[in-house]
């Protein structure tokens, strides 16, 4: 089991910037590669970004490229997405995850309970 809890959603006005934090526990989590998914509603729970155990290894979905980021710290135990220029097609329920593999398909074996990002126009 790798329990992890979101923070960090809320409301931004477009042009603005949130950073998300995933709080893991358990002494694996240096072993598990992480990854931000998001859902709006009435859609799928679409791939943002994935990092691999040391964060040398990153993969970010084409709409978000250039404007988010993904890294994370294996001392705290937290994964974060730091995402910038936000626009209202942003605007999402984003859930962390974690697996031994790194995939865009959300066939992650652990996820947390998701943190709401609003970005209003």
């Known amino acids: 089991q790798v329990p992890l809890v979101e923070s960090g959603g809320g409301l931004v006005q477009a042009g603005g910037s949130l950073r998300l934090s995933c709080a893991a526990s358990g002494r694996t989590f240096t072993t598990y590669v992480m990854a931000w998914f998001r859902q709006a509603p009435g859609k799928e729970r679409d791939f943002v970004a994935a990092i691999n155990w040391s964060g040398g290894v990153t993969n970010y979905a084409y709409s978000v490229k250039g404007r988010f980021t993904i890294s994370r710290d294996n001392t705290k135990k937290t994964l974060y997405l730091q995402m910038n220029s936000l626009n209202p097609e942003d605007t999402a329920l984003y859930y962390c995850?974690?697996?031994?593999?790194?995939?865009?398909?959300?066939?992650?074996?652990?996820w947390g309970q998701g943190t709401q990002v609003t970005v209003s126009s």
């Open positions: 995850a974690a697996d031994r593999g790194m995939f865009t398909t959300p066939r992650y074996a652990y």
